[in-house]
């Protein structure tokens, strides 16, 4: 009987225990989605596709928050609970960093003894341990990250957050438009095997912007940076100029940047790009039955669509290390609005000093 009763009380206490859990998860994942809500991210003009319930970063002054709450409170119970059951060493779901990485205003801490590197360590670390079932999940692959940075986050910050999380999954970044929350879809890594193509460089700057012409695989030329007390300053294989002796490509206007003026200039520019030719080997290097089956054509002609839409549609589009995102967005908005609508987010760079050796598109 005394076995019996102390039985009984375990399974009060565990069923308690696990009312209490879930009190708790239920918190933390409703604190998360509030400071989700108060973020002011950038704005944008397009209508773009609504973020789905996916792994979240959250980037405001003074620190960088991570959880997996939207993903899991987007499961019915039943699965939540499922989840919970499953999830390796008992660890709880929703997984909730709240303050996953401190920041000093918009600085990342500096490490005493560690040389700082492009990827942010605690966030690396973050989606590492991040729970398999979130890794595994067949509604999303590869696993996607919506990130809400704060419209003020220097491009810098920006750029190595988006180079942390791309290393092993798809960085997502919401922004505000006319229809709601719209989602962005940076690249960040060159793709494998991609062949090198001429298309249009964009680079922001306290002046205005800077456009010019350089290869998507390798970015442009750049000087200075570490060691040299010098700023990194990058500029493309070729720059170009709206109008003869026009320093930079795009000066600001009452102090903003000036985005019709950006996408005439792009249009120009885009009309003129030199053709970027189609491998035809590239199919059968990726399909060893090519030659034996009917998929030859069929997939050569997949591909070679690809190439075309890539090869016509991509822009490099970065900026200052000081560069506020919300200028970034304006930037990549007046490029889409040109026609180049794949975005791959540079280094952090200041743009050329001069215009030297600039050329203006003909009409």
Same mark, same amino acid.
């Not at 239920?26 to 991210?41: E, F, G, W, Y």
């Not at 997996?68 to 059951?85: G, I, M, P, S, Y």
């Not at 499953?86 to 801490?109: C, F, I, N, Q, Y």
């Given at each position: ?186 690249? *960040?890594? #060159? %793709?494998? &095997? ?7 460089? /964009?680079?922001?700057?306290? +002046?205005? =912007? ?104 991509? *822009?490099? #589009? %970065?900026? &200052? ?7 970034? /967005?304006?930037?990549?908005? +007046?490029? =889409? ?27």
């Amino acid at each position: 009987m005394a076995i019996r009763r102390a039985l009984v009380a375990t399974l009060v206490l565990a069923a308690v225990s696990a009312g209490c859990t879930r009190y708790r998860q239920r918190a933390r994942a409703a604190k998360a989605l509030a400071a989700q809500s108060a973020i002011p991210v950038a704005t944008t003009a397009r209508k773009l596709d609504a973020p789905a319930p996916r792994l979240r970063m959250l980037v405001v002054p003074g620190g960088i928050a991570f959880d997996d709450a939207a993903w899991f409170a987007a499961k019915d119970e039943h699965e939540q609970e499922r989840l919970v059951d499953r999830t390796d060493g008992g660890a709880l779901l929703p997984v909730v960093h709240e303050r996953l990485v401190s920041l000093d205003g918009w600085k990342l801490p500096e490490v005493p003894g560690v040389e700082p590197g492009r990827s942010i360590r605690e966030i690396a670390k973050a989606l590492e341990l991040e729970p398999r079932e979130t890794q595994d999940d067949e509604a999303f692959s590869p696993r996607q990250v919506n990130i809400y940075f704060h419209r003020e986050t220097p491009y810098s910050l920006v750029r190595r957050v988006l180079e942390t999380v791309a290393q092993d999954s798809d960085p997502r970044v919401v922004v505000s438009g006319p229809a709601g929350d719209g989602v962005l879809r940076p690249g *960040v890594f #060159v %793709g494998a &095997g991609e062949g090198g193509c001429a298309v249009p460089v /964009v680079q922001i700057g306290a +002046a205005g =912007a800077s456009v010019g012409i350089g290869a998507s695989t390798a970015g442009f030329r750049c000087s200075g940076g570490d060691g040299t007390g010098q700023p990194l300053r990058c500029g493309p294989e070729r720059m170009i100029v709206s109008r003869a002796g026009a320093c930079p490509s795009v000066p600001r206007r009452n102090g903003q940047l000036d985005g019709p003026a950006l996408t005439a200039l792009l249009e120009r520019v885009k009309a003129q790009l030199p053709t970027c030719p189609f491998d035809p080997e590239s199919p059968d290097e990726r399909d060893a039955d090519a030659e034996r089956s009917r998929r030859k054509d069929a997939l050569g002609a997949m591909l070679r669509a690809e190439h075309e839409y890539y090869a016509t549609h991509m *822009v490099l #589009v %970065g900026g &200052g290390p000081d560069v506020r995102w919300q200028e970034i /967005v304006a930037g990549v908005d +007046a490029a =889409a609005a040109a026609g180049l609508d794949l975005w791959r987010a540079t280094i952090a760079a200041e743009p050329p000093e001069g215009c030297e050796g600039a050329s203006a598109p003909s009409r």
